[in-house]
């Protein structure tokens, strides 16, 4: 398949461990933001491949590990209501709230159902005028134009029982939070190749200025990862502190300028807590005032609800990249997919998941093609 096959090639991805290899002269630490990243990068072994100079750290790319718990505790208030069809993509039905999950109050009852796509939820409202209808919008830029687009064509029909609970968070705040941290040891940044194919990439310049590290927008393949770590490394040995593109199959520098003005129409800009992180200013989105009636926490009245994260699990030293999930104590014991103590270890983008499938890695030298 074009545009796949040839970026899981295990000869290509040699060539360039190789390059890596002759190009490195001192230790880096370089951090992917996506979770798909993180995955991609435990599902190959791509870490195998790599010299011993070379430290991978994860960051907070995963929407379902950064939903703050107090939007989860939100959602099951209202998902509890006998009036409410609580609508919401598979990965968030197992995240841990304070007390339970969504999954735990369906099974009491709770009339909750997975959807595809957030217009499905909107299809779902015109069909059931008798029932209030709520989608749970979280996500990066990835998914923020979707849902934008649910609440435009909500509003386009007339509906007056469809409101998304949004928690949109943004990368570039992110980024910003991450490295004015003290205690980070990040020096280059493969950026996530999905978000800058709707939001480009130009947020990044002032970025890479302001802090003296490379961004490289990167894809998910392992050739892709392997490219944009090279790429990092050429510009960390010679003193070089720039953007630059590897993902120029899809992104472009300006992205998807259609879905920026969606997102402009529907959204503005506001701080957004961070689960594990907490709050950082300007990083997320929330519906304008126009649209306030499709907004979930104001029709049902949940913005009070304010909680605090439990001292029993790391995730958040994890999505900063100050800590590997394998030096967590409960990790594959009291923690484990089954039995999550924290998002990381329940979304199919979490860091700790990853660890926990792929803890047998497969190395790219036993394969001709990965797959």
């Not at 209202?78 to 609508?87: E, G, L, N, W």
């Not at 968030?92 to 009491?108: N, T």
């Not at 944009?228 to 040995?237: M, P, R």
């Not at 953007?243 to 879905?259: D, H, L």
Request: net charge neutral; proline share 7%; hydrophobic share 40%.
């Amino acid at each position: 398949m074009k545009y796949l096959d040839e970026f899981r090639d295990a000869a290509a991805a040699k060539i360039l461990a190789k390059e890596i290899q002759r190009t490195i002269s001192k230790p880096w630490t370089i951090m992917e933001i996506c979770g798909g990243q993180t995955h991609t990068i435990l599902k190959y072994g791509i870490e195998t491949m790599l010299p011993p100079e070379v430290t991978l750290v994860h960051g907070p790319g995963c929407p379902v590990c950064v939903t703050p718990l107090e939007m989860i505790d939100k959602a099951l208030a209202i998902a509890s209501r006998p009036d409410v069809i609580f609508t919401s993509f598979g990965d968030m039905l197992r995240v841990p709230g304070s007390h339970e999950d969504l999954l735990s109050i369906k099974a009491r009852g709770a009339d909750i159902r997975m959807v595809y796509s957030p217009l499905d939820a909107v299809q779902l409202a015109s069909a059931r005028p008798d029932k209030n209808i709520v989608f749970f919008a979280v996500g990066f830029e990835t998914t923020a134009p979707a849902n934008a687009m649910a609440v435009m064509e909500a509003s386009r029909r007339n509906l007056k029982n469809f409101s998304i609970l949004c928690s949109h968070v943004l990368v570039p705040p992110a980024i910003d939070a991450l490295l004015s941290a003290p205690e980070h040891r990040i020096q280059a940044f493969l950026a996530a190749g999905h978000v800058c194919t709707v939001m480009g990439y130009e947020e990044y310049f002032p970025l890479s200025k302001k802090f003296r590290v490379p961004i490289i927008v990167t894809g998910f393949e392992p050739v892709d990862i392997l490219q944009g770590i090279l790429i990092a490394i050429q510009q960390l040995e010679v003193g070089r502190c720039e953007v630059e593109n590897q993902y120029r199959r899809v992104v472009s520098p300006k992205g998807n300028i259609p879905a920026r003005q969606l997102l402009a129409t529907v959204f503005e800009i506001t701080d957004r807590a961070w689960r594990g992180i907490g709050k950082i200013p300007a990083s997320g989105y929330r519906l304008k005032d126009s649209f306030s009636a499709f907004d979930a926490e104001k029709v049902y009245n949940v913005g009070h609800i304010v909680t605090s994260e439990p001292g029993t699990c790391i995730a958040g030293e994890v999505l900063q990249g100050l800590r590997k999930p394998t030096t967590c104590q409960a990790f594959g014991k009291e923690c484990t997919p089954e039995h999550p103590l924290g998002a990381p270890m329940v979304s199919s983008e979490g860091a700790c998941a990853a660890y926990f499938h792929y803890g047998k890695i497969r190395p790219m030298k036993t394969q001709s093609k990965m797959n």
